[in-house]
């Protein structure tokens, strides 16, 4: 009996301190020039040079409790911004925005970590 209760003693502990698990998985990731009624109005994979501003949209699923991503820029392989986001439903939508130069041409990416900062996934383009 004693060692019964030690092993319940022991499982209540791990469920109380380790974190809850939870699969954010990135249902929709894109490229776009405008939000409209929180949903992209373009998916671009290439941009011409002449924007002034882009955004990266994603649809979350999967948040069992309140968290976030972040949405980070590269131009190149040079990180220029890192956007924290929150996350407070099973099925969020959410996005960053980056002003973009004339001058900055050439392979782009956004990298969208979970808050642990795993990397769900990449959104890949480029700017010309």
Not at 20 to 35: F, G, H, K, N, P
Not at 43 to 68: F, H, M, Q
Not at 111 to 122: F, S
Request: aromatic share 10%; glycine share 2%; with cysteine.
């Amino acid at each position: 009996m004693n060692l019964l209760k030690r092993f319940c003693y022991v499982l209540l502990l791990s469920l109380v301190l380790v974190p809850s698990v939870y699969a954010l998985e990135i249902e929709d990731a894109s490229i776009t020039t405008q939000i409209v009624q929180r949903s992209p109005i373009d998916s671009l994979n290439t941009v011409p040079a002449d924007v002034d501003k882009l955004y990266c949209y994603t649809r979350i699923t999967g948040a069992t409790e309140d968290t976030w991503v972040t949405h980070v820029w590269y131009c190149e392989e040079k990180e220029l911004t890192r956007v924290r986001l929150p996350v407070n439903s099973l099925n969020w939508r959410t996005w960053s925005s980056k002003r973009v130069m004339p001058q900055w041409k050439g392979a782009w990416r956004v990298e969208i970590l979970d808050e642990e900062g795993q990397v769900l996934l990449i959104v890949p383009f480029s700017i010309f």
